[in-house]
T-cell receptor
């Protein structure tokens, strides 16, 4: 079966660093996406990993270990606008995504 | 600019009625997807299409249907709305074949009374 786990909620302080973990058990793995979703809005793309290692994009980085079925999203220099849900999604069968339930991040001043 | 739109943004209907949610994209993407999002479940795939005249069932397709008569549109129909179908519905599109990001529409909040 397909299963993706990520923490339900996290809190952090403005300016800090936070790591959101995602573990998965899926068949037909073709990569892992991270999306950001602000309350009442559509998900928007943050990152994609298919090879092991770290992908850095500005304040956001994403890491993947295929052998461990593990990924994390690292957010640096947190800002209030980073308060959102972060969705981990595994790509399987080339074009389809299966999503975790999302991690709601609250950033406090 | 290319975009993906959904209508209506909010809909209230009664149990047993047929409801159609519209999705229109101007990206010229071959792939289109419908998801529902509920607390505790995340986004779940309802139906998807890889091109005109192609439709496929996702993990939660019971009670829903789609049709793809052109590249731009993938309407989602609830044949006989049930209270369990109260949810937020997102349409998404992506380029064909390969690990391409999906672009999401703004969502439709549907309430079935």
């Amino acid at each position: 079966g397909q299963n993706i786990d990520q923490p339900t909620e996290m809190t952090a302080t403005e300016g800090a660093i936070v790591q959101i973990n995602c573990t998965y058990q899926t068949s037909g793995f073709n990569g892992l996406f991270w999306y950001q979703q602000h309350a009442g809005e559509a998900p928007t793309f943050l990152s994609y990993n298919v090879l092991d290692g770290l992908e850095e994009k500005g304040r956001f980085s994403s890491f993947l270990s295929r052998s461990k079925g593990y990924s994390y999203l690292l957010l640096k220099e947190l800002q209030m606008k980073d308060s959102a849900s972060y969705l981990c999604a595994v790509l399987y069968n080339t074009d389809k995504l299966i999503f975790g339930t999302g991690t709601r991040l609250q950033v406090f001043p | 600019d290319a975009e993906i739109t959904q209508s209506p943004r909010h809909k209230i209907t009664e149990t047993g009625r047929q409801v159609t949610l519209a999705c229109h994209q101007t990206w010229n993407h071959n792939n289109m997807f419908w998801y529902r999002q509920d607390l505790g479940h995340g986004l779940r795939l309802i139906h998807y299409s890889y091109g005109v005249q192609d439709t496929n069932k996702g993990e939660v397709s019971d009670g829903y249907s789609v049709s793809r008569s052109n590249t731009e549109d993938l309407p989602l129909t609830l044949e006989s709305a049930a209270s369990s179908q109260t949810s937020v519905y997102f349409c998404a599109s992506s380029e064909g074949q390969g690990p391409n990001e999906q672009f999401f529409g703004p969502g439709t909040r549907l309430t079935v009374l």
